[in-house]
Nanobody, 127 residues
């Protein structure tokens, strides 16, 4: 069964940076489009960023553009989320997800289209 494990979360001050990682196993990683979502307490899980199979196409939510960058290393079966200039409203559990159905340069921004999910990593931003 596909396994996704997030890491890199933590407690940081506003204005700081983090790099989240998601290590994938038991899958042919390059066949999956990948994404990051987040869920704050009392809120629905929301799209953050997505990347196509090869990494040639990326997309980010408007609320994080300019601060969040998604990337992947298919040789390491890992997708990353670089987060800069953190804000208290970025506090959430961050999840990575894998989608097998999207092909080529497509990115997936819809939560329901993803097939597999990790357990999440907590990011807490203090003001």
């Amino acid at each position: 069964q596909v396994r996704l494990v997030e890491s890199g979360g933590g407690l940081v001050q506003a204005g700081g940076s983090l790099r989240l990682s998601c290590s994938a196993s038991r899958l042919t990683f390059s066949m999956y489009a990948m994404g990051w979502f987040r869920q704050a307490p009392g809120k629905e899980r929301e799209f953050v960023a997505a990347i196509s199979r090869s990494g040639s196409t990326t997309d980010c939510a408007d609320s994080v553009k300019g601060r969040f960058t998604i990337s992947r290393d298919n040789a390491k079966n890992t997708v990353y989320l670089q987060i800069n200039n953190l804000k208290p409203e970025d506090t959430a559990v961050y999840y990575c997800a894998a989608d097998l159905t999207s092909q080529g340069t497509l990115v997936v921004t819809t939560r329901l289209e993803y097939n597999y999910w990790g357990q999440g990593t907590q990011v807490t931003v203090s003001s």
